[in-house]
């Protein structure tokens, strides 16, 4: 495989500083929270990762999007690189939230209208996975995970706006909570550059890792073209 470009090079080291940094503006900068106590910095992890989430799986329905009108195969390796990071957070999301959610709800998971709709974005793009491992014909491959990767999007906004529609017990961090929320909180102005910077170091963990992805994916395809050639000899 190719060197590593210096541009990314530059990219991760930035992408490391921000990260630090981060780690000390949530458990340092940031201020204890009356209530909830130290669990409440989990906050600040689970909001970035669900964001990032969701940015990973515009990314593959804008990328899959692409690929149908111009069918070249970079952007289905767009695609598909953004779907397993945004799966990766996903689970980080839903994993901190059961932290979170132990001692404020006193259980690990209870069947609220948000949870439940991200836990079926989830499986929607964990089912995108399997459907493109199912399939070995390349250009019938890129086709349907394009098409399934558009579909699939719709579950990214009745995620996000489960709790604004629904009854729910589960906090708004924009706006006015359910009256039933139950771990909402008021935040402070250093609370608040806590929850951005981190929102915004995970926007560049999330580039970085998709840069490092996409080079796999050219490094695999390389060498599945290379076998295929040896094969027809």
């Known amino acids: 495989?190719?060197?590593?470009?210096?541009?990314?090079?530059?990219?991760?080291?930035?992408?490391?500083?921000?990260?630090?940094?981060?780690?000390?503006m949530?458990?340092?900068?940031?201020?204890?929270?009356?209530?909830?106590?130290?669990?409440?910095?989990?906050?600040?992890?689970?909001v970035a990762a669900g964001w990032v989430g969701a940015l990973a799986f515009l990314v593959?329905?804008?990328a899959g999007g692409v690929y149908l009108a111009k069918r070249e195969p970079k952007w289905d390796r767009l695609a598909e690189s953004s779907v397993e990071?945004?799966?990766?957070?996903t689970i980080i999301n839903i994993s901190s939230g059961s932290i979170w959610a132990r001692p404020i709800w006193n259980t690990?998971?209870?069947?609220?209208?948000?949870?439940?709709?991200?836990?079926?974005?989830?499986?929607?793009?964990?089912?995108?996975?399997?459907?493109r491992?199912?399939?070995?014909?390349p250009d019938r491959r890129a086709r349907f995970g394009s098409v399934y990767g558009i579909a699939a999007f719709i579950s990214v906004p009745?995620?996000?706006?489960?709790?604004?529609?629904?009854?729910?017990?589960?906090?708004?961090?924009?706006?006015?909570?359910?009256p039933a929320a139950e771990g909402a909180f008021d935040m402070t102005a250093r609370m608040v550059q806590a929850l951005m910077f981190s929102v915004l170091t995970f926007t560049f963990v999330y580039a970085t890792l998709l840069r490092y992805r996409?080079?796999?994916?050219?490094?695999?395809?390389?060498?599945?073209?290379?076998?295929?050639e040896l094969i027809s000899l």
């Open 158 to 178: 009745v995620t996000f706006l489960s709790i604004r529609l629904f009854r729910t017990i589960h906090p708004v961090v924009i706006g006015s909570s359910d």
């Open 214 to 228: 996409i080079r796999l994916g050219r490094g695999t395809e390389e060498v599945e073209k290379r076998k295929m």
């Open 60 to 62: 593959t329905a804008i």
């Open 1 to 24: 495989m190719e060197p590593v470009p210096r541009n990314l090079k530059i990219l991760t080291g930035i992408t490391i500083v921000l990260f630090l940094t981060a780690l000390y």
């Open 85 to 89: 990071i945004g799966v990766v957070f």
């Open 108 to 131: 690990w998971w209870t069947w609220d209208p948000r949870l439940v709709t991200a836990t079926i974005m989830l499986l929607l793009y964990f089912a995108y996975l399997m459907l």
């Open 26 to 46: 949530v458990f340092i900068y940031a201020p204890r929270e009356a209530i909830m106590g130290d669990v409440q910095r989990v906050f600040y992890f689970h």
């Open 133 to 137: 491992q199912g399939i070995e014909d």
